[in-house]
Each structure stands twice: as C-alpha cells, then as structure tokens.
T-cell receptor, first 115, second 109 residues
Framework: ETGVTQSPTHLIKTRGQQVTLRCSSQ?????VSWYQQALGQGPQFIFQYYREEENGRGNFPPRFSGLQFPNYSSELNVNALELDDSALYLC??????????????FGSGTRLTVV | RKEVEQDPGPFNVPEGATVAFNCTYS??????FFWYRQDCRKEPKLLMS?????NEDGRFTAQLNRASQYISLLIRDSKLSDSATYLCVALDSNYQLIWGAGTKLIIKP
C-alpha cells in the first residue's frame, strides 16, 4: 500500500509567478484535500476534491485552484504568487463521505517560499 | 471565535510527568475528532481518534465530551520523544478537517 506522495518537496518562486504542486493519493482513497500551513499555525483548509469534482472550499481567493484526475491524484495551482503564500502545503487523502471518519493520510508536504 | 481552540502553549514538562491537552470546538455538528502529532517541519501524523467512550493507546488517553464540546489528550510517563506539536482536529458535517493551532510540547530530561 503506497502512502500519499507530494512533489516537489521544496520550491522557491518569485512574487507574481505561478506554481503547480502535485499529490498522489493513497491507494484506495478517492478524496484529496489541500491545506496551507504557515509557520507556527495549524493547517488551513484550501479545498477538497471527490471523484474529480471540488466538493468544498475554504476561505482562499480564486487564484488558488485545483484539479483531480481519474486516478485520484491532484494538483494545486496558485497564480500571481504573493509573499504571504510562503507556507507548507499539505495534501491529504481519505475515503469519501463517511469513510473520512477513519482519518486522513498526509503527504510530507511541499514547502513553498515566495521571494 | 475559532472553530477549534487549543491551549496556546508551549508546555515545558520534565520527563516522566503526565501532560494534559485541552481542546474545545464550536460546531456541534462536528462528526469525529482526532489528535494529530506534528514534528518540526514535518507533516501531521494521526495519533489517535477520539471517541465519546474514551480510548486509550498505551500511555495516551483521549476523551470526548459532546455536551461540553470538549476534547482532551493525556500523556502519561512522558518521554523525550513525545516532544512535538499536538493538533486537535474536528471533522465537520462536510467531511472536512478543521484544525486547532496546535500546542507545542517540550519534554526536558
């Protein structure tokens, strides 16, 4: 059973650029969620995908967008990067619906630095 | 008011002591609750789920009080390796995780 893998592990971008982060879900999981974690804070929910459709979104602007593919892997895209976007971006997979009660599996994250 | 609130910490505790973490949640529709552990610059890892009946896993005991919307985690006989940030998490009615800010625990020899 493979866990959640994220790429890249680290990234440095310039303000105004665009970035794409990738996530492969754990085998058997059909739901992927993305979180932003700033230093010293808890993760903040960005959005969630279930069977290729967005089924929940946190308080993030439209320049944060995503995709889920038929194999349940996912991408997070951020346009017009701002300095405050510097954070650890976490991807988590789970079973959909009631299956979420069994918990989420997290990837090791992508650390994004915007300069 | 934050949806999930925890003690701000940090907790500085001698090795072998018992540590208690408290957490409250505001959304009574929250379905499930978890404690996650996060080491510095690493991803959160599930420590244990929290049930109304209380559950124990070795030195760790978690408790949920739905009437008070309160969750706790107790660590007995603390070890140096328990040093980490402990995050209280609620699963809301949309099956989304709502996180507390975390409480940092530092175990001293």
């Amino acid at each position: 059973e493979t866990g959640v893998t994220q790429s890249p592990t680290h990234l440095i971008k310039t303000r105004g650029q665009q970035v794409t982060l990738r996530c492969s879900s754990q085998s058997g999981h059909n739901t992927v969620s993305w979180y932003q974690q700033a230093l010293g804070q808890g993760p903040q929910f960005i959005f969630q995908y279930y069977r290729e459709e967005e089924n929940g979104r946190g308080n993030f602007p439209p320049r944060f967008s995503g995709l889920q593919f038929p194999n349940y892997s996912s991408e997070l895209n951020v346009n017009a990067l701002e300095l405050d976007d510097s954070a650890l971006y976490l991807c988590a997979s789970s079973l959909g619906g009631q299956g979420a009660n069994y918990g989420y599996t997290f990837g090791s994250g992508t650390r994004l630095t915007v300069v | 008011r934050k949806e999930v609130e925890q003690d701000p910490g940090p907790f500085n505790v001698p090795e072998g002591a018992t540590v208690a973490f408290n957490c409250t949640y505001s959304n009574s529709a929250s379905q499930s609750f978890f404690w996650y552990r996060q080491d510095c610059r690493k991803e959160p890892k599930l420590l244990m789920s929290v049930y109304s009946s209380g559950n124990e896993d070795g030195r760790f005991t978690a408790q949920l009080n739905r009437a008070s919307q309160y969750i706790s985690l107790l660590i007995r006989d603390s070890k140096l390796s328990d040093s980490a940030t402990y995050l209280c998490v609620a699963l809301d009615s949309n099956y989304q995780l709502i996180w507390g800010a975390g409480t940092k625990l530092i175990i001293k020899p």
